[in-house]
């Protein structure tokens, strides 16, 4: 999954788009089949691909991945909403992904610097 998504964000698609077949073979895990990803960027391109990743109804169960998504749309607001219900799940992941660099945009906001106090990462 993040394969793909380092693929992405880097604009390199047609990697991204064979990292995604790969995973719909080996794991459920990425909730979106890479087949509709393909349809929604032939349609929409890059924002209908993220908007499909964010509405997915598994996205629901990872606030992470659907910060990520949202940071990438540029909806920040919204990528802080997500972070702090990671927070309140306890979400296994989030103390190594937070300083991760699809999460950069967040770090120059006050909201970044409370949520890692917060974590107890300040």
């Known amino acids: 999954m993040h394969a ?15 990292s995604r077949e790969r995973l719909d073979v080996v794991s459920e895990r990425g909730e979106v089949p890479a087949s509709a990803l393909r349809q929604a960027y032939a349609a929409g391109g890059p924002d209908s691909v993220l908007r499909l990743q964010v509405n997915a109804p598994g996205a629901r169960s990872n606030p992470v991945d659907r910060a990520r998504w949202h940071v990438l ?48 990462l300040r």
């Open 4 to 18: 793909s998504w380092l693929h992405w964000t880097r604009g390199d698609t047609t990697r991204f788009f064979a």
């Open 73 to 120: 749309m540029g909806d920040l607001d919204a990528a802080f909403l997500d972070l702090e219900q990671a927070v309140e799940q306890r979400t296994v992941w989030l103390p190594f992904e937070i300083n991760f660099p699809y999460l950069a945009p967040l770090r120059a906001d006050t909201r970044y610097a409370a949520l890692m106090e917060r974590m107890g």
